[in-house]
Structures are given as C-alpha cells and as structure tokens.
C-alpha cells in the first residue's frame, strides 16, 4: 500500500472514531454544553486538556523550531510545560470550586462588575480566534501535503467535522473526542522517533538516544555541535547565540509559562471535573500526557537536525534524498545553486555560501520570476538575471522552514509507509481537538457571557442552549475564513494571544482569588494597563518600527514585564482604591476553604445563577 | 457558621490557619518552580553547560528535558501535600464542631 493509501485509511478510520464518540455524547442542556456536565474523571480531563493544549503548532512546528533553534528550542519546552505549574497551583483549584461555566464569568462575579466581565470576554474571543485561525490552516496543510488534496479544501473538511462534533456535543462532545485525539496524536508523534532513536544511537527510548552516541565515542549532541560550527552555524548546545540573549530567553520563557496559564480554553478544562480535589489531579494528569509529547520532541529535533544536514549539505540534485523532492513541492525549502551543481547549506557566518532557502511567506509567482532571473544569472555568469540568494537572505528566508520536519523525519528515516500515513493522523487530531476547544470558549462567550449575562439575564436555558450551537457555527465559518485566507501575520499574532492572556487574564485572576480585598477598579484598571502596554509595544516593533525601547526584549518575550506592569497598576491602585464589597470578599473566602468545610456550597446548584 | 461559643478554637480561625499553610505551600513550590525552569534551564544554563551529563551538556538537559520532568513532579508534590493539609482541616473542624456540639445544627464540618 502507498503512503497515501495509508493515510486515507488512518485519516478516514480516526474521523469516523470522533463523530461515533460525538453522537454518542449528545447533549440536550447548558450544564452539558459549557461544562460537559461537570462529571468528567481527572485522569480523563487530563488527557482531554492535553490534547486540547497540544495544538498543530506543537505537533508540527515545535520539534522544527527547536531543531533550528538548538537551547533557545527551550523557551518553548519550558514555557508551555511551567506554565501548568502555574495553572495547577495558583488557578485550577480555585476558579472550579468558585464553580462558573467562563472566565469572564469569574471576573465579572468576583468583581461585580459588568465593565470587567466585558473586558475579560473581548480578550478571550481575540486570544480563541488568533489561535484557532492557526489550527485551521494546519489541518490544510496536512491534508495538502498526505492526501494531495488542495489547502483550502482541506480547510473546508475540517471545519465540517469539527461543526458537526462541537454543535452536537459541546463540551461533553469534545471532551471525549479530544480523549481519543490525545491517543492518536500521541502514538503517532513517539512510535517514529522511538524507531529513529533505534537506528541513529540504538536507544530505543528517543530522551536516552538524544544524549546516545551517534558512532563509538562522539555523543550526537558534539556531532551536531561540531557540525554547526563547521557550517557557520551558532554552536547546537550553546546557550544565548544570536539574538537570543539571556533577557530575552528569560521572558519569553516566562511570558509564554504565565500566557499558558493564562488561555481560556486551558482554563475552562478544569471546569468540567466534579470536585476541587479533582481538578488538582486533573493539573497533574494534563502535564503528565503533555510531558509525554514535549519530552520527545527535543529528541526529534537533534535527530532531524543530524538527517537535515547530512543528507542536503554536499549533495547533488541526483544523490538528494525522495523527501526532498516531495517537500520541494511545496516550497517549504528550496535550492537556488551557485553553478558547482552541489547544495551547500550554510548558517549565518557563512551566509554568502548558504543556497538552501524557503518560499516563507512570498507569493508562489514572484518565487518562480525569482527562480527564472537566478537561472539566467548563473546561465550568463552574472551577465544578466539576478542573483536569487542574495534577494532570499534579504528577505530572511534562508534554510528549510520549520514546518516540514516532524512530517518528514519518518521520509528521512525511511520508515515505512502506515508509520507517516500515522503521523499524518496525528496531525490533524492536534489541529481539530485545539480547534474545538476554542470554538466552545468563543460560542461561550458570545451565548453565555455577552447574551445570557449581559444582554438578556432572563433568557431561557432551551434559547441559551440554541444561541450557543448558532455561536459554535458561525465560529467554525469565520475560524476557516481566516483559514482559507490567511492574514500573514500569524507568527506574530500567536505571539499577541500569548502576551494578552499573560498581560490581562493571569494577573487578574491570581489578585481576585489571593488579594481578598482588590476591587474592580483597580483589576479593570490593571488589565487595560497590561493589555494597553503589551499590544502597543508588540504593534510598535513589528509595524511601526520601534527600536526594542524596553530592554531590548522581542515582542514575543513583552507580555513578562506587561504582566509585571498590570500587577503594579492593579496593587498600587488597591492601596487607594474602595474595597471590594462583603458579597466580593465572602465569595474569596468561601473558594479558599477546602471542599466538605466551612459554609456549605452546593456547587452543582451555585452556577446555575 | 457555627456559634463561637466559649470555645478556644474556632472555625474561622481553622480556616485562616489551613489557608496560611496553603499559601506557604504553594510560596515554596513556585520558587523551586523557578529555580528550576527560570533558574538552571535559563540564568545559570551557560555555567552548566560546562559540565556533562552522559551526552547531554547540564544546561542544555536542564532546558529541554529537566524543568519538564520537575514541573511533573512539582505538580505531583503540591497534590498530594494539599490532600494532606485538607483532611488535617477537616479533622479540625470535626473536633470544634465536637467541643461545641448543639447550639447550631448547621455548624461546621459535614
């Protein structure tokens, strides 16, 4: 069978398992649509947050940007794990014994305060559609690269199915398809590394295999460090090269821990579990399974790493490797030669040598002029044409993009066909199970927090119920709008979701549930103040221009010192500031005693409002 | 709430106690929580790195594989340190609700 017989087997059987758990789960009230009826098992919640965390950036891009980033691959490894430190210890406990469907809803009800209800659910739909836009194209790319069919065609299949599970089951629904998504998306993320590591170091475990010994007595690691600097790359196992100094990896290390814990639709997850002591477990569940994938991916960098350079670097068109005439295709690395007729592939200090780039963000046209005026070039000796890698490395497109490597370790390794049909599945599980989580944060936004709480308090719960399955809908259209038509800037709009949910939702919530006493005055304050300082510096050095007036920190690292600016405003103001009412006060004290003691909450009955 | 008759001990004072202990509890596992991501995996990782670990530089192990599998661990501590410090609540509510048995039917621990 071929690979994409493979995958359309994988691809069908895994679709047709999450619309038979959808059906299954069918709900018919609120309580089951926002908060899957609050009846979900820690262990299984985990594995839901998981997969609800673990998106197609993760699956697809991480383990290629750390393979291109070497140590500073770190910030991510550890920002996107430390921040459920955060979460499990300061959040989860607190937000589900306070028992809410939202996270606007906390902030509205501990504050009492509409204003910060509606500044709390303006950050949660930007942070959700930022986000999910990214999901969508990464099902496209998937099924464009494994079935052969078109991006936006691709786009359109998972946005059907991810309509048809999220508007049947709401969260009931996703919370037992994202179960099974997290099976699949992990299978297929370890079994190939797990076959690689064999047959790069002979370690069957790939976190052993990554410090294993690639030929008797050089270590991997030193392969690739001494391959590097060979290159004119920064050295692999080096720390602070480049740009990323030790203040930028510190916070963007530290932005993107406190932005994880800071995402709606990581938080709502802990809604869904039946005790406060459940969602401590649930906490621990979550990082246990989402170690699972972030401890591997390290390994899969350093070997695809190794399998990049070796099989390109030096290389003719005749002795190149199939995968990369497959991924040539796509654009996603391209070879513009000097005329010697071997691809060399180079790092910074020698940049003028380097020949391998990608198309990144170029219109496929204006490649293909670029690639005619290079041949001329080289054709004519530099008569006429122009010379393509001097425009590419202007244009700071050089090397392979990051993308292309977990989809293509298994080619390189030449692993056999079901084994990248697998990983084609798993694609798409990462992409669709974040998606629908994000839809069911954005639907309830809209249905619960703008509608029900705001607008019209006396709706019925059979009106709120249909509001939020037309929620989820148009959500679906929009996320694959941007999808099908994506801005170009997604990079740096992940970077804002992450800055605004480390700058406005973190602190916020922390201060209503630690500071007994804070009113609103001084959290809506606080949140404008850290949202206000993030979104302008991060706008100001993308697109303005701005120098890195702040210590030199890159707009990916800015929501650390915006979380820092909005506990400032927020405790100095508290100082000054009216407390908050006795209502507001026995609300914090009744969430910090421990379930079973102290004033009787009956929370199956408290958020029913 | 339970009337705080005579009684020595009260709920309210149990309940500041168990959130003093809780709140000591999670002080100290966030600052390991940043000695070990923040700390190792980033301030100190190029000191580290000039010393090996099997094939792993320290600093470098620290930044993708040791904060990951402390983080786990951290989460695992906290667990079960909570589930130690609720039930010593409960037991102290269960013994003032004890000492002070009738005057309020709906006093205290369940």
Same mark, same amino acid.
């Given at each position: 069978?071929?690979?994409?017989?493979?995958?359309?087997?994988?691809?069908?059987?895994?679709?047709?398992?999450?619309? *038979?758990?959808?059906?299954?789960?069918?709900?018919?009230?609120?309580?089951?649509?926002?908060?899957?009826?609050?009846?979900?098992?820690?262990?299984?919640?985990?594995?839901?947050?998981?997969?609800?965390?673990?998106?197609?950036?993760? *699956?697809? /891009?991480?383990?290629?940007?750390?393979?291109?980033? $070497?140590?500073?691959?770190?910030?991510?490894?550890?920002?996107?794990?430390?921040?459920?430190?955060?979460?499990?210890?300061?959040?989860?406990?607190?937000?589900?014994?306070?028992?809410?469907?939202?996270?606007?809803?906390?902030?509205?009800?501990?504050?009492?305060?509409?204003?910060? #209800?509606?500044?709390?659910?303006?950050?949660?739909?930007?942070? /959700? +559609?930022?986000?999910?836009?990214?999901?969508?194209?990464?099902?496209?790319?998937?099924?464009?690269? +494994?079935?052969?069919?078109?991006?936006?065609?691709?786009?359109?299949?998972?946005?059907? &199915?991810?309509?048809?599970?999220?508007?049947?089951?709401?969260?009931?629904?996703?919370?037992?398809? =994202?179960?099974?998504?997290?099976?699949?998306?992990?299978?297929?993320?370890? @079994?190939?590394?797990? +076959?690689?590591?064999?047959?790069?170091?002979?370690?069957?475990?790939?976190? @052993?295999?990554?410090?294993?010994?690639?030929?008797?007595?050089?270590?991997?690691?030193?392969?690739?460090?001494?391959?590097?600097?060979?290159?004119?790359?920064?050295?692999?196992?080096?720390?602070?090269?480049? /740009?990323?100094?030790?203040?930028?990896?510190?916070?963007?290390?530290?932005?993107?821990?406190?932005?994880?814990?800071?995402?709606?639709?990581?938080?709502?997850?802990?809604?869904?579990?039946?005790?406060?002591?459940?969602?401590?477990?649930?906490?621990?569940?979550?990082?246990? *399974?989402?170690?699972?994938?972030?401890?591997?991916?390290?390994?899969?960098?350093?070997?695809?790493?190794?399998? @990049?350079?070796?099989?390109?670097?030096?290389?003719?068109?005749?002795?190149?490797?199939?995968?990369?005439?497959?991924?040539?295709?796509?654009?996603?690395?391209?070879?513009? !030669?000097?005329?010697?007729?071997?691809?060399?592939?180079?790092?910074?200090?020698? =940049?003028?040598?380097?020949?391998?780039?990608?198309?990144?963000?170029?219109?496929?046209?204006?490649?293909?002029?670029?690639?005619?005026?290079?041949?001329?070039?080289?054709?004519?000796?530099?008569?006429?044409?122009? !010379?393509?890698?001097?425009?590419?490395?202007?244009?700071?497109?050089?090397?392979?993009?990051?993308?292309?490597?977990? &989809?293509?370790?298994?080619?390189?390794?030449?692993?056999?066909?079901?084994?990248?049909?697998?990983?084609?599945?798993?694609? &798409?599980?990462?992409?669709?199970?974040?998606?629908?989580?994000?839809?069911?944060?954005? /639907?309830?936004?809209?249905?619960? !927090?703008?509608?029900?709480?705001?607008?019209?308090? =006396?709706?019925?719960?059979? =009106?709120?119920?249909?509001?939020?399955?037309?929620?989820?809908?148009?959500?679906?259209?929009?996320?694959?709008?941007?999808?099908? +038509?994506?801005?170009?800037?997604?990079?740096?709009?992940?970077?804002?979701? *992450?800055?605004?949910?480390?700058?406005?939702?973190?602190?916020?919530?922390?201060?209503?549930?630690?500071?007994? #006493?804070?009113?609103?005055?001084?959290?809506?304050?606080?949140?404008?103040? $850290?949202?206000?300082?993030?979104?302008?510096?991060?706008?100001?050095?993308?697109?303005?221009?701005?120098?890195?007036?702040?210590?030199?920190?890159?707009?990916?690292?800015?929501?650390?010192?915006?979380?820092?600016?909005?506990?400032?405003?927020?405790?100095? &103001?508290?100082? @000054?500031?009216?407390?908050?009412?006795?209502?507001?006060?026995?609300?914090?004290?009744?969430?910090?005693?421990p379930?079973?003691?102290?004033?009787?909450?009956?929370?199956?009955?408290?958020?029913?409002? | 709430?339970?009337?705080?008759?005579?009684?020595?001990?009260?709920?309210?004072?149990a309940n500041a106690r168990h959130w003093r202990a809780v709140v000591r509890l999670t002080?100290v596992?966030?600052?390991?929580?940043?000695?070990?991501?923040?700390?190792?995996?980033?301030?100190?990782?190029?000191?580290?790195?000039?010393?090996?670990?099997?094939?792993?530089?320290?600093?470098?192990?620290?930044?993708?594989?040791?904060?990951?599998?402390?983080?786990?661990?951290?989460?695992?501590?906290?667990?079960?340190a909570m %589930?130690r410090l609720d %039930?010593a609540h %409960?037991?102290d509510?269960? %013994?003032?609700?004890?000492?002070?048995?009738?005057?309020?039917?709906?006093?205290?621990?369940?």
């Open positions: 069978m071929t690979v994409q017989a493979w995958t359309f087997v994988m691809v069908g059987l895994t679709f047709g398992l999450y619309l *038979f758990l959808a059906i299954r789960a069918r709900v018919r009230d609120t309580q089951g649509f926002y908060v899957a009826g609050r009846g979900v098992p820690a262990i299984l919640n985990g594995m839901a947050t998981a997969a609800d965390w673990m998106s197609a950036a993760s *699956f697809l /891009s991480m383990a290629g940007t750390i393979s291109l980033l $070497g140590y500073a691959g770190g910030v991510y490894l550890m920002g996107w794990t430390g921040g459920f430190v955060l979460l499990a210890l300061l959040l989860a406990p607190y937000l589900r014994k306070f028992g809410h469907f939202t996270v606007p809803d906390f902030v509205g009800d501990r504050f009492e305060s509409n204003a910060a #209800r509606l500044v709390a659910l303006l950050c949660a739909l930007f942070i /959700s +559609f930022t986000y999910v836009a990214g999901q969508m194209r990464g099902v496209g790319i998937v099924f464009a690269r +494994f079935l052969e069919v078109d991006v936006d065609l691709g786009v359109v299949v998972g946005m059907a &199915l991810v309509f048809v599970y999220a508007t049947l089951g709401g969260m009931k629904g996703i919370t037992w398809t =994202q179960i099974a998504q997290y099976w699949v998306l992990i299978t297929a993320y370890v @079994v190939p590394v797990v +076959f690689i590591s064999l047959q790069l170091t002979g370690e069957p475990l790939p976190q @052993v295999g990554m410090g294993g010994e690639i030929a008797p007595g050089v270590p991997l690691l030193a392969k690739l460090d001494q391959i590097h600097r060979d290159l004119g790359f920064p050295s692999y196992t080096e720390a602070f090269t480049g /740009s990323w100094d030790k203040v930028n990896v510190f916070c963007t290390t530290l932005a993107l821990m406190v932005g994880t814990a800071g995402l709606p639709h990581v938080i709502v997850r802990f809604y869904t579990v039946r005790t406060v002591g459940a969602a401590r477990w649930s906490g621990l569940w979550a990082l246990f *399974f989402i170690a699972l994938l972030y401890l591997t991916a390290p390994a899969t960098a350093a070997f695809a790493r190794y399998y @990049v350079v070796q099989e390109l670097h030096g290389k003719t068109a005749a002795e190149l490797p199939g995968w990369y005439h497959t991924w040539q295709k796509t654009g996603l690395l391209v070879w513009l !030669d000097d005329g010697d007729g071997k691809l060399a592939y180079h790092g910074p200090a020698q =940049q003028a040598q380097n020949e391998l780039f990608r198309i990144g963000g170029m219109a496929t046209t204006e490649f293909a002029d670029l690639r005619a005026a290079h041949e001329r070039w080289l054709a004519t000796k530099g008569q006429e044409g122009q !010379d393509g890698r001097v425009v590419m490395t202007q244009k700071k497109l050089t090397g392979p993009d990051a993308d292309i490597l977990v &989809l293509a370790t298994p080619e390189m390794a030449q692993l056999a066909a079901w084994i990248i049909a697998l990983v084609a599945a798993g694609g &798409l599980a990462a992409a669709l199970s974040t998606a629908s989580g994000l839809l069911l944060v954005i /639907s309830s936004s809209i249905a619960h !927090d703008l509608y029900f709480r705001i607008l019209r308090p =006396q709706a019925t719960e059979a =009106q709120r119920l249909r509001l939020s399955r037309v929620a989820i809908g148009f959500a679906v259209v929009i996320a694959g709008v941007v999808g099908i +038509f994506p801005p170009g800037f997604v990079a740096e709009t992940v970077a804002f979701a *992450f800055g605004l949910a480390a700058s406005s939702f973190f602190p916020v919530l922390v201060l209503g549930i630690f500071h007994r #006493r804070i009113g609103a005055i001084p959290a809506i304050a606080g949140m404008l103040a $850290g949202m206000a300082f993030t979104a302008s510096y991060i706008l100001g050095t993308v697109y303005l221009g701005w120098p890195k007036w702040c210590f030199g920190i890159g707009p990916q690292g800015i929501g650390a010192v915006g979380m820092a600016v909005h506990f400032a405003v927020a405790l100095g &103001l508290a100082r @000054v500031c009216p407390p908050a009412s006795p209502t507001a006060q026995a609300m914090v004290a009744a969430m910090r005693a379930e079973g003691a102290g004033p009787g909450v009956d929370i199956a009955r408290a958020m029913e409002h | 709430m339970p009337s705080s008759s005579a009684a020595p001990d009260t709920v309210p004072a002080l596992l966030l600052a390991l929580w940043a000695a070990l991501g923040l700390g190792c995996g980033v301030l100190l990782a190029d000191g580290l790195n000039a010393v090996q670990l099997g094939g792993f530089p320290l600093g470098f192990w620290f930044a993708q594989q040791g904060a990951i599998v402390g983080f786990v661990l951290l989460i695992l501590v906290y667990v079960l %589930r %039930r %409960r037991a509510l269960a %013994r003032i609700a004890a000492a002070n048995p009738p005057a309020d039917p709906t006093g205290g621990a369940r």
